[in-house]
Structures are given as C-alpha cells and as structure tokens.
C-alpha cells in the first residue's frame, strides 16, 4: 500500500521499520525532521509537510497527545485529504476528541479509525503490538495488511472508534495500577531487608506472570528507569484520559486518582521524561528510601 506516517517517536519510528520491511510504500513527516533520517535511508520517503503525509491510500498518527494530534491533524488538513482516505490514529487519545475526529472525518467523505495499541517499543520493533481496532468494518478491512505488518493481533471491538481508545483507556489504568503496587510492594520489602529481585522471581513464577510484573519489577529492583520505553509524563496523560472518560458517565475511579497524584509527583520531582515504573521510586521516596 502507499501510506502516509506521522509521528516517529519511539512508536511510530519502530512500526514504519516495519511497515517498510513487509513491502509497503511508507512517506514519513515529524515535527523533528532529523528522525526521519535513519527511516528515509530503510527506504521511506520525507515530507515536509503533515499534508505530504495525508494522502494516498491510508494515513496512520502515531503523536503524543491529544494538543499534538490536534495541533497536526487541524481542520484545514482534513479539508484538503483526498475523499474515501483512511486516517487511522494509533495514538492514544481522549474519549471526546476520537468522537470528534470520527465526526469531522465524515462529514468530509474520509474514514477514521482508532487503533490505539498495547505494547512497548520494544514491541512495536518486534511486530508484536496488540491493536484495539474500533471504526468502520470496510475501512479496517482497507488497512488490515498494516496492521498485520507492525502487529501479532487485531481485536475489532465495533464500529465507534471511540471505544476502541475507551479500551486502551482502561487497560492503561491497570497498568498504572499494576506498576503502582509493584512500587509500594518494594517500599515494603525494602523496609523490611527483602530484596525485590528475589520477590519477583517467587510471584513472576507464581500468580503473577507475564510482561507487566517481570518487566517494570524488573526495573524497580533495579532502580533503574532510563531508557524510558513508555515516559511516566505519557503514563499520567493516559491515566487523566481514564479520569475524564470515566467523568463523562459518571463513574467513580478512586484507584486512578491516587495513580493521578503518584505520576504528578514523579513529574514534579523530574522524573516525567523517566520510564513509567518510576512509580518505584516515588514509593521509595515516601518511605524515606530515595
Ligand atoms: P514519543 O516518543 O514521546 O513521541 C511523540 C511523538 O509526537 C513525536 O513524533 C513528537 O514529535 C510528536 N509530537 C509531540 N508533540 C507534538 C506537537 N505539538 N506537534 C507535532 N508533533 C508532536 O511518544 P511514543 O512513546 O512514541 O507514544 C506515541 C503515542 O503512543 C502516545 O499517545 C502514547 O501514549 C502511545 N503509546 C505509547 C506506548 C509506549 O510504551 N511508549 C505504548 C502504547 C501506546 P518530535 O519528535 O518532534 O518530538
């Protein structure tokens, strides 16, 4: 397919390397031309613009946030997109602006799809992410092959692209909430001389298997949170999108607003460009061990 990319941040840069090895003609933008330099001699074409990028047969977003995506996909882009174009944004974002993005995108004639995803970078280079994909059945079944190119499954959950993004939501408040424990689960121990490495080796072989205990434990017991593969700034933007989605049907989250503070305080402190299981070191910290 000839595709358009925007956005090669840790996520993005990873799945156009992908994308270019399964065959695809990928034209890359960012707001920091130099990333494009290492994808461009893979094979990928650099535009100067975010319009170059959207147009042909499908475009993916893979920016930070919500102020990034607007800032990048404004009304007078989709103006100009070549009606029938998929827009597909794998980033994630709020509840409110998908519902937006999936309004103004039909009453231009294009298709939007949310396809957030679940999965570091490390997944993202491996082909390994898990797509949560919500929009359209036609327009999914025009950008399967990419997604069969940067990930191991696509889950299709509806035709509402916002509950794809609903989804990831809730899903990434786990996480926190997983990666929060993991932190306070450490204090405790440390307090007590136990060391967390000998502590995951009992629980990862026991009831608590699996990539998120082994790998952000991993990180705690090694008080170790750079290179940041997921940054605790991005955590505390998905946890606060969980809050909102969860304000709009009025619904309790007690959990995520102590996560809300954990991550603030980890911001606070300069920990923000740090990886998200700097949740440890806040722990730490209010025990006095940091
Ligand atoms: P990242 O490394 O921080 O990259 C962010 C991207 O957004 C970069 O291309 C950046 O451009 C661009 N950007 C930020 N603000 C912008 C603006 N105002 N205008 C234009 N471009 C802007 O983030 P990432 O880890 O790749 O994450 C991307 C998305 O995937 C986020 O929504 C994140 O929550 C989600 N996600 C991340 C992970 C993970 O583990 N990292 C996993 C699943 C989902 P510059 O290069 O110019 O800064």
Same mark, same amino acid.
């Given at each position: ?10 996520m993005?840069?990873a799945?156009v ?10 034209r890359?933008w960012?707001?920091?031309p130099?990333k494009t330099?290492?994808?461009a001699a893979?094979?990928?074409h650099?535009v ?6 959207f147009?042909g047969? &499908?475009v993916?977003s893979?920016?930070a ?5 607007r800032?990048v996909?404004d %009304? ?8 029938g ?7 994630t974002?709020s509840?409110a ?18 396809a957030?995803?679940?999965g570091?970078p490390?997944?993202a280079a491996a082909?390994?992410l898990?797509?949560i994909?919500?929009g &359209?059945a036609?327009?999914?079944d025009r ?5 069969? &190119?940067?990930g191991q499954?696509?889950w299709?959950?509806?035709a509402?692209?916002q509950?794809a ?9 786990m996480l926190?909430a997983?990666?929060?424990?993991l ?6 121990l440390g307090?007590?001389?136990v060391?967390?490495?000998d502590?995951l080796?009992v629980?990862t ?10 790998g ?8 170790r949170?750079?290179?940041a593969?997921?940054?605790?700034r991005l955590g ?7 809050? &909102?989605?969860?304000d709009a049907v009025? %619904?309790p989250?007690?959990v995520?607003?102590?996560?809300r503070d954990?991550l603030l ?8 460009e740090?990886d998200?299981?700097?949740l440890g ?6 025990a006095?061990?940091?």
């Amino acid at each position: 397919m000839d595709i358009g990319f925007i956005g090669l941040g840790e996520m993005g840069a990873a799945m156009v390397a992908n994308l270019l090895k399964a065959g695809h003609t990928v034209r890359v933008w960012n707001r920091t031309p130099e990333k494009t330099e290492a994808l461009a001699a893979a094979g990928a074409h650099a535009v100067a613009t975010p319009a170059g990028a959207f147009t042909g047969d &499908a475009v993916i977003s893979m920016l930070a946030d919500d102020a990034a995506l607007r800032e990048v996909v404004d %009304t007078a882009l989709l103006a100009h997109a070549p009606r029938g174009l998929v827009h597909v944004n794998m980033a994630t974002i709020s509840v409110a602006l998908a519902e937006t993005l999936a309004r103004e995108h039909a009453e231009l004639g294009l298709h939007y799809v949310a396809a957030p995803v679940l999965g570091r970078p490390d997944a993202a280079a491996a082909a390994k992410l898990t797509i949560i994909a919500g929009g &359209a059945a036609e327009a999914i079944d025009r950008v399967q092959p990419l997604f069969d &190119a940067i990930g191991q499954k696509t889950w299709r959950i509806g035709a509402l692209p916002q509950q794809a993004n609903v989804m990831k939501l809730a899903a990434n408040f786990m996480l926190a909430a997983a990666v929060e424990a993991l932190g306070e689960a450490a204090a405790l121990l440390g307090g007590h001389g136990v060391a967390m490495r000998d502590f995951l080796d009992v629980v990862t072989a026991g009831p608590f298997p699996g990539p998120v205990y082994a790998g952000y434990g991993g990180m705690i017991a090694e008080d170790r949170y750079e290179p940041a593969l997921f940054k605790a700034r991005l955590g505390l933007k998905d946890v606060r999108l969980a809050l &909102a989605a969860a304000d709009a049907v009025a %619904t309790p989250l007690p959990v995520a607003s102590v996560l809300r503070d954990s991550l603030l305080e980890a911001v606070a402190h300069g920990d923000g460009e740090r990886d998200f299981a700097v949740l440890g070191k806040v722990a730490a910290r209010r025990a006095g061990r940091a």
